[in-house]
Nanobody, 121 residues
Framework: QVRLVESGGGLVQPGGSLRLSCAGS????????MAWYRQAPGKQRELVAT???????NYTESVKGRFTISRDNVKNMLYLQMNSLKPEDTAVYHC???????????????WGQGTQVTVSS
């Protein structure tokens, strides 16, 4: 089974940067769409950024121009570069993968366990 494991979260001051990583336990090359979600305390989970298999990206309005999603299929990694961070970006960030098949094995939606990002002075 493919697992997704996030890393790179932490405490950063407003205006700072962080790069989140999401490592696939197996090849992610056959995965179509991947994304980053976040959930702040007391709030619903929010879609932050998506990256299609064709390379198209989409971002929620509040992070446009500040965040960049990317993937490396050779390293089985999904990334989220976050710049000019704001206190309202504080949340647990989760990576996500669409259902997909690898060879004869098919998988449902995949979620990572999350990594905490705290933006505070």
């Amino acid at each position: 089974q493919v697992r997704l494991v996030e890393s790179g979260g932490g405490l950063v001051q407003p205006g700072g940067s962080l790069r989140l990583s999401c490592a696939g336990s197996r090849s992610i090359a056959s995965i179509g769409n991947m994304a980053w979600y976040r959930q702040a305390p007391g709030k619903q989970r929010e879609l932050v950024a998506t990256l299609t298999s064709g390379g198209s990206t989409n971002y929620t309005e509040s992070v446009k121009g500040r965040f960049t999603i990317s993937r490396d299929n050779v390293k089985n990694m999904l990334y989220l570069q976050m710049n000019s961070l704001k206190p309202e970006d504080t949340a647990v960030y989760h990576c996500y993968a669409d259902p997909h098949c690898s060879g004869d094995v098919c998988y449902g939606r995949l979620w990572g366990q999350g990594t905490q990002v705290t933006v505070s002075s």
